[in-house]
Nanobody, 122 residues
Framework: VQLVESGGGSVQAGGSLRLSCLVS????????LGWFRQAEGKERETVAFIDRTAETIYGDSVKGRFRVSKDSVKNTLYLQMNSLKPEDTAMYYC?????????????????WGKGTQVTVSS
């Protein structure tokens, strides 16, 4: 099982980035998928979940600015990030929970990518 993130980079505040996560196993699109982030010296934070019906849940700090989506044909998870702020600077990880397709839970994710760095300058 592999999850490979891409699309990170450096951007100025107010800018946008789109992260992608290619998931290697075909059942992943019918499971809970998520994005998390971890800034240096801080705990991992939930960014967004998407379940098998494409219902989404967002962390409070990104609501209204970020949007999670998936493409089942391409086996790819996306995170569109708009109105970026310096406090969004972090390593972003995609993750999968193969045990559930609904009711995504933070503690259920046990397949992880290696992350992609996002840096937002003021």
């Amino acid at each position: 099982v592999q999850l490979v993130e891409s699309g990170g980079g450096s951007v100025q505040a107010g800018g946008s980035l789109r992260l992608s996560c290619l998931v290697s196993y075909f059942t992943a699109m019918s499971e809970c998928l998520g994005w998390f982030r971890q800034a240096e010296g801080k705990e991992r934070e939930t960014v967004a979940f998407i379940d098998r019906t494409a219902e989404t849940i967002y962390g409070d700090s990104v609501k209204g600015r970020f949007r999670v989506s998936k493409d089942s044909v391409k086996n790819t998870l996306y995170l569109q990030m708009n109105s970026l702020k310096p406090e969004d600077t972090a390593m972003y990880y995609c993750a999968a929970d193969p045990t559930r397709g609904f009711g995504c839970r933070k503690d259920g994710f046990n397949y992880w990518g290696k992350g992609t760095q996002v840096t937002v300058s003021s």
